[in-house]
């Protein structure tokens, strides 16, 4: 049986000194990676010093290991968080540093390390500077969200009065909305605070794979869209009849502008409200940017239970899903960026991969590149692309007239090998190659046009 490691995310309540306890527990570690950014720029200005003046950076430690002075990885991090608890001390004496959990402080440096590297390694491999995350910034007491990562060490669950609470290191106890079983004990916790002020639990779990899979003939093509945000045919692999009815289509919900008037309310009252930066914002402010992130916070879970209902009923009724690879970037600079971005067409996708992964769907990802313009009757394809306004495929060869939408579906399946060869009024399967680009663990088909098609489409073209 399959497993994989995945998160369990949990409501928590947690009371006032409860809420100033991890408020504070977070103020220290951010006080931790604070000082690391000021290590690491440190180094760096020391390093173009000494390559400023020709000197040399490398030496031979003891075990003959060519090394950089200023490094500054995971163990020097580490090194650095032990002598900060031992040396921050206040007026007092009082080493306050050291009175927050060592778990937590551990962990924001491994947090630390990883972000350095990553962005170290993105430069070594001149990644474009648009798509680089950067190396980590200063954390600001005002605009950082508490964020608390326990390695299984310390934490644990506990039973007191007959529930299940989250005692944290430092014998802070929490209380947990356990709205589902946990499948396996956590290997590790993420305790973290919203822009709402809600307090959540994210558990690191083994997930047992449990095939549930659908009818064993039933397949189904998804082809994403703008009007209607997912079009969708269901086709019988056996014996290759199609259904072109609207039982599984997602029509757009238009979440986003619903809520577009609630949420302009709220954000010309945070402008008004709003104070020069060298001057701290007033409770008016805050109340106006809480009642914005409510508005956000309600589309976003609408679209999200949305997501999940509609791909759960359409797992449990197939066996085989073929699905439009759709990059949403290219929508980016169109007049249609608004309405697809309320779509949340991406994270629909992710939903119905994550839902067919969990129930042993076999779901592949299909190159879009000539759906439009090719037929799903014959194979033909359009001499030239089709406008967005024309939403009836037409095809010239064997005069077959539907829905663009539809159609596209239909060639989805086609091109994911999903029809059997020979059937009545479907073209037979082509090759599929792998592309380079890919979900991890989801094959992404591209389209490779046989000698046939090519002689059809060239032969139509003469015709005319």
Not at 267 to 284: F, H, S
Not at 402 to 414: F, G, L, P
Request: aromatic content about 8%; charged content about 25%; proline content about 4%.
């Amino acid at each position: 049986m399959a497993r994989k490691t995945v998160r369990y995310t949990y409501r928590i309540r947690v009371s006032k000194r409860v809420d100033n306890a991890l408020v504070r527990e977070y103020g220290l570690c951010r006080a931790v990676w604070n000082h690391l950014v000021a290590e690491s720029r440190n180094r760096h200005q020391q390093r173009r010093a000494f390559e400023h003046a020709d000197l040399t950076t490398l030496y031979m430690d003891q075990k003959g290991i060519l090394r950089d002075y200023f490094e500054f990885g995971y163990n020097e991090a580490s090194r650095l968080l032990t002598m900060l608890r031992h040396t921050l001390v206040d007026e007092s004496g009082r080493q306050w540093l050291a009175e927050g959990s060592a778990v937590t402080q551990q962990q924001m440096v491994r947090n630390f390390a990883s972000a350095r590297r990553r962005a170290l390694m993105e430069q070594k491999n001149q990644i474009p500077t648009s798509r680089r995350h950067g190396l980590p910034k200063f954390k600001s007491q005002n605009t950082s969200l508490p964020s608390l990562n326990y390695s299984k060490d310390g934490f644990k669950l506990v039973e007191i009065d007959g529930r299940t609470r989250l005692k944290l290191a430092g014998g802070t106890l929490v209380s947990v909305v356990w709205s589902r079983r946990l499948p396996s004990v956590p290997k590790s916790v993420r305790v973290y605070k919203d822009s709402l002020g809600h307090w959540y639990a994210s558990f690191v779990v083994i997930l047992e794979l449990v095939p549930m899979p659908g009818p064993p003939h039933a397949a189904i093509g998804i082809d994403w869209g703008v009007a209607t945000t997912a079009t969708t045919v269901h086709v019988d692999t056996v014996t290759g009849k199609r259904d072109f009815s609207d039982s599984y289509d997602l029509s757009h919900p238009q979440f986003g502008k619903a809520a577009a008037a609630e949420l302009a309310a709220a954000q010309k009252r945070m402008a008004r409200r709003r104070r020069p930066k060298d001057q701290p914002r007033t409770k008016g402010y805050a109340r106006a940017q809480r009642e914005a992130a409510k508005v956000y916070k309600r589309v976003a879970n609408q679209r999200r239970d949305t997501g999940h209902k509609w791909a759960r009923r359409v797992v449990a009724a197939h066996s085989k899903i073929a699905v439009e690879d759709f990059r949403p970037k290219f929508l980016a600079k169109t007049t249609m960026v608004k309405k697809s971005a309320d779509a949340g067409i991406a994270l629909l996708k992710n939903i119905l991969i994550w839902q067919a992964t969990i129930a042993g769907i076999d779901l592949r990802l299909v190159d879009p590149r000539y759906t439009t313009t090719d037929c799903a009757d014959c194979d033909a394809r359009t001499k030239h692309h089709l406008p967005l306004g024309q939403r009836t495929y037409t095809c010239e060869s064997c005069g077959v007239s539907r829905s663009r939408d539809k159609n596209s579906a239909a060639v989805m399946v086609a091109r994911a090998g999903f029809i059997p060869a020979g059937a009545e009024d479907v073209r037979p399967q082509k090759a599929a190659v792998p592309s380079r680009q890919s979900e991890p663990g989801i094959p992404r088909l591209v389209r490779e046009r046989t000698q046939e098609s090519c002689a059809l489409t060239s032969t139509h073209e003469m015709s005319r």
